[in-house]
């Protein structure tokens, strides 16, 4: 009955480990694993004394440590979340006006055509003409509605896609004085500053895991730019 109770014991905690998620929840199965196999160690190699001083107390931690497994790898199951994708990038090249220029709608078509199988769920512009037409061929080309928000208030921007936007994958066009804000503001702690006034190949992908600390990729698209 020992034997087997242990045997139950270990696959309650092997049984979940190709399904750990992070760090902590590693630490946890590890933890009841030494416990099982000091118990084991009780088993194989009786120590009377010790068996009698544990005995009671073994009844009450075995069906505690049954249901910490069980809890853990319901945990472990159904919070291995999609990370959140956000692709974070400056308005296409623009005239003196708030408006893009023969360059710009050339990159603007060349960023709906980089990222329409990237399963775009939501796109977020600020409020001015040149950043809406950097992602209307997108927004086109993926059938979604931009939505506009507030550039002066990117922490707000941030806890959206965070809270309302899990697991989704997102589109956040801005300007070169916002672009490094908006990651910074999404959890990534080597932000980048402000961008070259005549830069605008530059697309940022920010990747979010409930489980890891945040990702930041660089990558270019369209034209090269200074």
């Not at 416990?35 to 075995?62: A, G, S």
């Not at 899990?166 to 702690?189: E, M, R, Y």
């Amino acid at each position: 009955d020992k034997v087997r109770t242990i045997e139950v014991r270990a696959f309650f905690i092997l049984f979940p480990i190709p399904f750990f998620p992070s760090v902590s929840c590693f630490l946890l199965f590890a933890l009841l694993c030494i416990i099982t196999y000091l118990e084991v160690w009780l088993f194989i190699y009786p120590k009377p004394i010790i068996m009698d001083r544990l005995k009671n107390v073994y009844r009450i931690i075995t069906p505690i440590l049954v249901v910490i497994c069980c809890v853990l790898i319901w945990w472990c199951w159904f919070y291995r979340t999609t990370p959140t994708t956000v692709f974070v990038v400056r308005h296409a090249d623009r005239l003196e006006t708030d408006a893009l220029n023969a360059a710009g709608l050339i990159r603007a078509d060349e960023l709906a055509r980089v990222l329409e199988e990237a399963d775009v769920d939501a796109i977020f512009s600020s409020n001015f003409n040149r950043t809406q037409q950097t992602v209307a061929p997108l927004a086109a080309a993926v059938g979604i509605s931009t939505t506009i928000y507030d550039h002066n208030d990117l922490p707000g921007l941030a806890d959206l896609i965070i809270n309302n936007h899990k697991g989704q994958t997102v589109v956040v066009v801005g300007h070169s004085n916002t672009v490094g804000p908006t990651i910074g503001a999404l959890g990534i702690t080597n932000a980048p500053g402000d961008l070259p006034h005549d830069t605008f190949d530059h697309l940022y992908l920010v990747t979010l895991s409930r489980h890891a600390f945040p990702k930041l990729t660089k990558m270019e698209y369209g034209a090269d730019t200074p």
